[in-house]
């Protein structure tokens, strides 16, 4: 069974542009997880969808967005890119109520 | 947000028993603890959890005190694969299953 998986591994912007990653959950999960992880540092919580809708969200400004579809798949877009956006960005999916989570392997941002 | 306390960082010889403390002493009666594991370069993985009593899997064993305030997850043979830094977590459901990750103990396992 495929694991979660994340679209692109790596991507290069420059400041002000936007950047939108793309994750795909385990088969049956309808509940995906967004997670920013800067060199060093702890993953800091990022956003939470489940069937379709925003859940929750953490301490970050509103030009990090995204989005759930239908087939539970998810997008995170950064707008008006800055320097400390870069990280790694790593996202997790379960069944809801977060029982388990399942991590991608996450992809490295880079604004230059 | 419910916080966890770890060490930075432990060492262990390889083949012996590893024991990862951990206090929460804000923890409430529906918060679960999760220990996550995140090896270089890669995502992070789940490990166990549990609220109340212990739980043992095949990874690992998950000790938790009787007022809950704190845990110790049990390697009980640690390899070289096990090195890796360990996250104690809070899934706080008054948060709406927010997990918050810890600084963690960064586990090294020397041959």
């Known amino acids: 069974e495929a694991g979660v998986t994340q679209s692109p591994t790596h991507l290069i912007k420059t400041r002000g542009q936007q950047a939108t990653l793309r994750c795909s959950p385990i088969?049956?999960?309808?509940?995906v997880y967004w997670y920013q992880q800067a060199l060093g540092l702890g993953l800091q919580f990022l956003l939470w969808?489940?069937?379709?809708?925003?859940?929750n969200r953490g301490n970050f400004p509103p030009r990090f967005s995204g989005r759930q579809f239908p087939n539970y798949s998810s997008e995170l877009n950064v707008n008006a890119l800055e320097l400390e956006d870069s990280a790694l960005y790593l996202c997790?999916?379960?069944?809801?109520?977060?029982?388990?989570?399942?991590f991608g392997q996450g992809t490295r941002l880079t604004v230059v | 947000d419910a916080k966890t306390t770890q060490p930075n960082s432990m060492e262990s010889n390889e083949e012996e028993p590893v024991h990862l403390p951990c206090n929460h002493s804000t923890i409430s009666g529906t918060d679960y603890i999760h220990w996550y594991r995140q090896l270089p370069s890669q995502g992070p993985e789940y490990v166990i959890h549990g609220l109340t009593s212990n739980v043992n899997n095949r990874m690992a064993s998950l000790a938790i005190a009787e007022d809950r305030k704190s845990s110790t997850l049990i390697l009980h043979r640690a390899t070289l694969r096990d090195a890796a830094v360990y996250y104690c977590i809070l899934r706080e459901d008054a948060a709406g299953n927010k997990l918050t990750f810890g600084g963690g103990t960064r586990v090294l396992v020397k041959p």
């Open positions: 088969s049956g999960h309808t509940s």
């Open positions: 969808y489940d069937e379709g809708e925003e859940r």
């Open positions: 997790a999916s379960s069944l809801v109520g977060w029982g388990q989570a399942f």
